[in-house]
Structures are given as structure tokens and as C-alpha cells.
């Protein structure tokens, strides 16, 4: 899991971080995208097994 405070362009964050996540090793990243003041389900990540995160 990644996260990203971004500017609102998880879309293209995602897959700008899939890529080097995927490069790195044996991995399925999943994206959780949140809306500009809407709240983090922890159950879109629920099968994740690992986190990693960026604040930007």
C-alpha cells in the first residue's frame, strides 16, 4: 500500500509507483484511491500484506 497526500492525481501516482513496485520484486500493488477530503476504507486494502508510503 502506498500513500500519497497528493494533489488529487492517484490515478497517475499509482501507476508511476505499480511500475517500480513491480520491478522490485514478486508483488500485486492495489490502488486505494481517496478523494480530496473523503475518508480511507481500510477494507479496499484488506488482502494487502505489506505498506509502503509516500507523502507528498
Known sequence: MIVDEGEGDGERQFARYEGAL???????????????GGRFDVEAVSEATGCSCAVG
Request: glycine share 6%.
Open 22 to 36: 513491480r520491478s522490485a520484486g514478486d508483488c500485486t500493488p492495489i490502488p486505494a484511491l481517496v478523494p480530496i
